[in-house]
C-alpha cells in the first residue's frame, strides 16, 4: 500500500508541475474550457451553485444572470489547479511580481500584542495560494484544515501549503494546539465559511438566511483574547491581491452563549461583503445552508 501510495503522489506532483509549464494565458483558457464542460455535465453541483446564488441573490438579479454568473464561478473554481501548478514553477524572488498585499499593517499591528492573531479567511479567489505570504513577509502562518481522504494528494497538498513555513492543524481535537500556538504568539488561519453540523456550530445570518457557522474562532478569541483580523485572496486579472482587513473587535460582555453568536454573526458578515465584492470568485458549490435551525 505505501508504494502505491508513493506512486500516486510522485505522479500527482509530476502533473502539477506538468501543468505548471503552460503559459499564464494558455492556462486561463484551458481553464475556463474546463469549468464550461464541468458546469454543463455535473447536474447536482449546477443545481446547488444556482440554487445558492438564487438564495442570495434572487432578489436582486434575473435567473438568466444568475446562471451567468454560476458558469463563471465554476470557470474560476477550474483555475485553481492549474495556478497551483504555476506557483510550484515560480521563484520566491518572483512572487512581488504576481503578488500585491493590500493593509497589511492590520497584522503587523495586532501581531505587535504578542497574544498570537487569528485570521479570518474563507474559500475565496485561489484560498491554496495564501501561503504565498509566508513568502514575501517574515510572518509564519498556520492553517487549521480536514485532512483529505485520499492520502497522496493528502500529502502533497500539505508540502505545498506549509513549503515555506507554518504548519497545518487539523481540525479534530485542535484545540489544545491551537491555544499552544496562540500563546507562543503564532498566527492562525481558519476557513470560516462552510456549514457543520448543528452541534459544532451557532445558526446565525448569513445572505439573510439562518445557516449553521463553526463556532470554534469564537470560542478562540473569547477564551485567548488574541485579535481577529480578516485575509483573503483574489484574482486580479492575471495576477493576485492579499487582503488583510482591519482587526475586528471582540464582543464580551459575559454572557458565552449570546457572546459567541454575536462575534460568530460578525465574522460571516465580514465574509459575505467580500464575497459581494467578488461573487464569482466563491466556492458557491458548497451546499452552505444545509442545515436548517428546525433540523436540530
Known amino acids: 500500500m505505501n508504494m502505491l501510495n508513493n506512486l500516486a503522489y510522485r505522479i500527482i506532483v509530476t502533473a502539477f508541475n506538468i501543468l505548471g509549464l ?12 474546463i469549468g464550461y464542460i464541468w458546469f454543463r ?8 451553485t444556482i440554487d445558492n446564488l438564487t438564495l442570495a441573490y434572487g432578489h436582486e438579479m434575473k435567473s438568466c444572470e444568475i446562471d451567468a454568473l454560476a458558469l463563471r464561478v465554476f470557470q474560476n473554481l477550474s483555475q485553481i489547479i492549474f495556478e497551483i501548478g504555476w506557483t ?5 524572488k518572483d512572487y512581488s511580481r ?3 498585499i493590500k493593509g497589511l499593517s492590520h497584522f503587523i499591528h495586532a501581531h505587535k500584542k504578542k497574544k498570537g492573531v487569528l485570521l479570518l479567511t474563507a474559500h475565496l479567489g485561489n484560498w491554496e495560494l495564501l501561503s504565498i505570504l509566508t513568502a ?9 484544515y480536514r485532512p483529505l481522504d485520499f492520502s497522496p494528494f493528502n500529502r502533497f497538498i500539505v508540502e505545498f501549503r506549509t513549503r515555506f513555513g507554518g504548519e497545518l492543524i487539523p481540525k479534530d481535537k485542535a484545540m489544545r494546539k491551537l491555544f499552544r500556538s496562540l500563546k507562543q504568539g503564532e498566527a492562525i488561519g481558519m ?5 457543520v453540523d448543528w452541534y459544532k456550530g451557532v445558526f446565525v445570518d ?9 463556532k470554534g474562532l469564537a470560542l478562540l478569541a473569547l477564551k485567548t483574547e488574541s485579535p481577529i483580523v480578516p485575509i483573503f485572496i ?16 471582540l464582543i464580551k460582555t459575559g454572557d458565552k452563549t449570546k457572546d459567541v453568536e454575536e462575534n460568530t454573526r460578525q465574522y460571516n458578515r465580514v465574509i459575505e461583503n467580500m464575497i459581494r465584492k467578488y461573487p464569482e470568485q466563491w466556492l458557491w458549490v458548497h451546499r452552505r445552508w444545509k442545515v436548517k435551525p428546525q433540523l436540530r
Open 88 to 92: 510550484l514553477r515560480q521563484d520566491k
Open 98 to 100: 504576481y503578488f500585491s
Open 41 to 48: 455535465i455535473h447536474k447536482k453541483r449546477r443545481k446547488v
Open 206 to 214: 448569513f445572505f439573510g438566511r439562518m445557516t449553521s457557522t463553526n
Open 191 to 195: 476557513l470560516m465559511d462552510q456549514s
Open 234 to 249: 483574489v484574482r486580479d486579472g492575471l495576477k493576485f491581491r492579499i487582503e488583510f482587513g482591519q482587526e475586528l473587535p
Open 136 to 144: 514575501m513577509t517574515p510572518y509564519a502562518i498556520s492553517m487549521t
Open 22 to 33: 503552460l503559459p499564464r494565458k494558455w492556462s486561463v483558457t484551458l481553464g475556463n474550457g
